[in-house]
């Protein structure tokens, strides 16, 4: 069963939320288990009238130290010229976690849902928001698991133009999660605390965060497009170049 046709069965069932849509079709047996290293990393799905996003939550402590930009990556020469950025100032924030599933209710419309490929999705943001990755990572929409596109009422008004990018290598052990939205950061409940020091790639401000198992979190804005980006077994190094990539843009 496609996500599509999932959503379709939930607003037919008129269920209370995603979760128990979700529950309910594994248990008819149409729709098989997500892996647990890819559950985290679905963050925003275009979702029928009422079913319920899920969005993250994350919580940071007071700086706890700085570092300065690597001079060497793993990604080869091109990026490591990308990287010998000297003036760049980087601040690891301590989390608690990356961002955990949590519930809120916007109603979605599916007859809104104008889909885009990556090159019509970059054209409405404005420039190209899809950063370089490690080249053992695949993206999802590639493979068909994630849609990319915006809702817009019939008389041209665009009332949520969020998307989610997704990277992962081939068993899930390396995550990339990128949410973003124009104009603004993408909607959720990540709260940062006032005492944050933010870091600067490039002239762009950013609140970075690394959790003790050694995940990375990032949140900036830049060309009118917010950015969230959580990493999953990437090292400091990778995820650093994922950002300057993006900045560089």
Partial sequence: MTERELLTQAARQAL????????????????????????????????AACAALILGTVAALPEQGSSSLPQSTQQGSS??????????????????????????YIALM??????????????YYGWDVFPQVPSDLANWH????DRYGI??????????????????????????????AKGNFPHSDVLFDT????????????????????????????RDVGFEISAQ????????TVLASLVDS
């Fill in 16 to 47: 209370p939320d995603l979760e128990q849509v979700r529950k309910t079709c594994l248990a008819s047996g149409n729709m098989p288990v997500e892996t647990a290293g890819r559950t985290w990393a679905r963050r925003l799905l275009p979702v």
């Fill in 79 to 104: 990026n490591e010229a990308l990287m010998d950025r000297q003036n760049w100032e980087i601040h690891w924030n301590t989390l608690d976690t990356l961002p955990q599933e949590t519930k809120m």
């Fill in 110 to 123: 599916w007859e809104d849902f104008v889909e885009m490929d990556q090159a019509e999705l970059c054209t």
């Fill in 142 to 145: 590639e493979t068909g698991e």
């Fill in 151 to 180: 809702f817009r009422r019939k008389d041209g008004t665009v009332y949520c133009d969020q998307n989610v990018v997704n990277y992962s290598n081939e068993d899930a052990t390396r995550v990339l999660h990128i949410a973003l």
């Fill in 195 to 222: 005492q944050t020091v933010p870091s600067t790639l490039a002239g762009v401000e950013m609140a970075l965060g690394r959790t003790e198992s050694g995940d990375y979190f990032a949140r900036f804005l830049h």
């Fill in 233 to 240: 077994g990437l090292s400091q190094e990778e995820f650093l």
